[in-house]
């Protein structure tokens, strides 16, 4: 049998908060000043509430990209920002 450099495979952060830390950690941005999680069968919906919208615009486009379905309501610096991922 030939041994050969596999990678393993890394499952999806289990958090937004997992997401935006490294490795197994957990960042919790202070810009996530009211937080609230809802599960469903098989997805989980977190719902942050800020009144710093422009603080939070960076995280929020790294979530984007690493998978996270972002929807954000503003009133000029306040939003709700819903982020969810299918379980």
Request: net charge positive; proline share 7%.
């Given at each position: ?11 999806a952060p289990r958090t ?72």
């Amino acid at each position: 049998m030939h041994s050969q450099n596999i990678t393993p495979i890394r499952p999806a952060p289990r958090t937004p908060y997992h997401s935006l830390g490294g490795d197994a950690t957990m960042r919790i941005p202070e810009w996530a000043q009211h937080r609230s999680v809802y599960r469903s069968a098989g997805r989980t919906l977190y719902v942050v509430e800020t009144d710093t919208l422009p603080e939070a615009r960076r995280d929020l486009a790294r979530l984007d990209r690493a998978g996270w379905n972002v929807a954000v309501e503003s009133d000029g610096a306040a939003a709700r920002i819903a982020l969810s991922r299918a379980a």
